[in-house]
């Protein structure tokens, strides 16, 4: 039973510039949530992805983006990167669209020089 | 906003000593709980989760926490920690109902804790 898996493991991008990670579901979920963790601070909700929609969004500028695909992945993309989005990434999944128990993946590091 | 606070930034324990991690939440509706546990080199894992009845609720590994709704606390303990507990700890809400929310968890900021042998 595969669990949640995200790509890629790790990112170098340059200021300004625009990112695409990805995101499988643990197998059987079909609801997947993004997450942005800092150093040294705990994960921090970006927004969640159920139906293909967004059903609900955290504290974060448009510049963050998501998609979830009929196949339940999903993608976040972040535009015109500033430095401080140098973080690590979290992919969740659940299922039936409800937060009740969520699997994370191992994550995408992304540093943004 | 709703927010988790983690009492301890850093603990560190003897093997066989007992263990107990303060989380602290700020909301006052329906709540759902969890501890996650990170050990080093690896991705965030369940270790327990509360939803509803018995407020002490049992995870794997030998963890426990109890859910006491007056003071908004959800601690996690555990009688005897091992070496391989060594790990970062990262106490979660889902504060139901809350601006519609259906669907996200509140993270504290994390315990490391560091177990010598």
């Known amino acids: 039973d595969a669990g949640v898996t995200q790509s890629p493991t790790h990112l170098i991008k340059t200021r300004g510039q625009q990112v695409t990670l990805r995101c499988s579901p643990k197998?059987?979920?079909?609801?997947v949530s993004w997450y942005q963790q800092a150093l040294g601070q705990g994960p921090q909700f970006i927004f969640q992805y159920y139906e293909e929609e967004e059903r609900q969004r955290g504290n974060f500028p448009d510049r963050f983006s998501g998609h979830q695909f009929p196949n339940y992945s999903s993608e976040l993309n972040v535009n015109a990167l500033l430095l401080g989005d140098s973080a690590l990434y979290l992919c969740a999944s659940s299922l039936g669209g409800m937060n009740y128990e969520q699997y994370f993946g191992p994550g995408t590091r992304l540093t943004v020089t | 906003a709703q927010s988790v606070s983690q009492h301890n930034h850093h603990v560190i324990l003897s093997e066989a000593a007992s263990l107990e991690l303060g989380c602290n939440y700020s909301?006052?509706?329906?709540?759902?709980l969890f501890w996650y546990v990170q050990y080093p080199g690896q991705h965030l894992q369940l270790l327990l989760k509360?939803?509803?009845?018995?407020?002490l609720v049992k995870g794997i590994k030998g963890f426990e926490a109890e859910f006491i709704k007056s003071k908004f606390s959800f601690n996690l303990r555990k009688p005897s920690v091992q070496w391989s507990d060594t790990a970062e700890y990262f106490c979660?809400?889902?504060?139901?109902?809350?601006?519609?929310?259906?669907?996200?968890?509140?993270f504290g900021k994390g315990t490391k804790l560091s177990v010598k042998p």
């Open positions: 979660a809400v889902n504060a139901l109902g809350y601006g519609g929310s259906q669907g996200n968890l509140i």
């Open positions: 197998s059987g979920h079909d609801t």
């Open positions: 509360y939803f509803s009845g018995d407020p």
């Open positions: 909301y006052g509706g329906t709540v759902n």
